[in-house]
């Protein structure tokens, strides 16, 4: 099999839905000739043209009201958010609208649409280009959310994302779209969504995370391998709906769960895992469930220096785990 990029996985699901399936477009910022601020929709303009890979105004409200009102009318539009941080004027499209409409008509209409986001810190980009926003849209019943984590996962998972038949957020880590590479299978292939991955076996306790964090994760269980410790990591892929299945068979086998997101912690969506197994799996843990997540300011800084402060990274994942294992 292939590897590549991150980035470019994600591109090559675009360009194969946008193949198969003449009612999907692409709507966004800059996502034609230039192909993208990240480069994700490079070669598809040319490829497809202007009516199937849209550049809109920079307005997000609108960017997400017309691929809403494409999906109605029998699209399968994809809206690009050039950075996770500028969803928030689409909050009510996506809230109110995308996520209610199936609900509201008893079934009758559905809104078959995804919404890509680079989310995340890392790059220094400073306070409005580094946010996690996935806590704010994983209580919304009506949605689903999405984060991959490697090459073949994003792919599989986008191209799922694509054929569902309601509305899916789906975010991408921006600091590994070119630092993550993986092999990808050829041809046409999904990954379900809903389902999360053991991406690495281990007795001794469970990590669970998702994108950025969940690369960093193996990186921190390889390193504590060396000194006895083997942990279970959990990629959660999509974190609603969230596999619960396999969050309670890790625990039941590890005793002990680390859970780890670049999110604050206050709110985060780590809070939702640990209060799910508290009251489903209390009687399997053999020492209260830890979090590691970013901390309780408004985003990520700029400096570099501050940045890693913010950013949870292999070296205080494997820190943690090492605390925790030693209980």
Same mark, same amino acid.
């Given at each position: ?49 202007? &009516? ?29 958010? &050039? ?60 949605? /689903?959310v999405v984060i991959p984590s490697n090459p073949a996962d994003a792919k599989g998972l986008l191209k799922s994302a694509v054929r569902d ?20 299978p050829e041809g046409d292939y999904t990954v379900p969504l809903g389902k999360a991955k053991i991406s690495r076996q281990g007795a001794d306790l469970t990590v669970v995370s998702y994108g950025m ?8 269980? &390889? ?29 039941? /086998? ?61 070296? /205080? ?11």
């Amino acid at each position: 099999m292939p590897e590549i990029t991150l980035i470019e996985a994600i591109r090559q699901a675009m360009d194969e839905e946008l193949a198969r399936d003449e009612r999907v477009v692409i709507i966004g910022e800059d996502v034609g000739k230039r192909g993208g601020v990240f480069r994700a929709t490079q070669g598809l303009y040319e490829k497809y043209g202007p &009516q199937r890979v849209i550049d809109s105004p920079l307005a997000e409200l609108s960017i997400v009201g017309v691929g809403i009102g494409a999906a109605l009318y029998g699209m399968r539009p994809i809206c690009e958010i &050039q950075f996770a941080d500028f969803i928030y004027p689409a909050f009510n499209q996506i809230v109110n609208e995308a996520a209610k409409m199936c609900y509201r008509s008893n079934g009758e209409w559905t809104v078959p649409m995804v919404i890509r986001a680079p989310y995340g810190g890392g790059i220094g980009g400073g306070l409005y280009h580094s946010q996690s926003v996935e806590a704010f849209f994983a209580h919304v019943p009506g949605l /689903k959310v999405v984060i991959p984590s490697n090459p073949a996962d994003a792919k599989g998972l986008l191209k799922s994302a694509v054929r569902d038949p309601n509305p899916v957020l789906f975010f991408e880590p921006k600091k590994g779209y070119r630092l993550i590479r993986g092999e990808v299978p050829e041809g046409d292939y999904t990954v379900p969504l809903g389902k999360a991955k053991i991406s690495r076996q281990g007795a001794d306790l469970t990590v669970v995370s998702y994108g950025m964090t969940h690369y960093y994760a193996l990186k921190a269980a &390889q390193v504590v391998a060396a000194e006895g410790i083997e942990t279970e990591i959990i990629d959660l892929r999509t974190l609603l709906p969230f596999d619960k299945e396999t969050l309670l068979q890790s625990v039941k /086998k590890t005793g002990k769960v680390l859970i780890v997101h670049e999110d604050n912690l206050t709110g985060g969506y780590g809070a939702e895992i640990a209060a799910f197994l508290a009251e489903h799996a209390f009687t399997d843990l053999d020492a209260p469930i830890r979090r590691l997540a970013g901390p309780d300011v408004p985003a990520v800084p700029f400096s570099h220096p501050m940045q890693d402060w913010f950013m949870p990274n292999a070296e /205080k994942i494997a820190t943690a785990i090492r605390e925790l294992a030693a209980f």
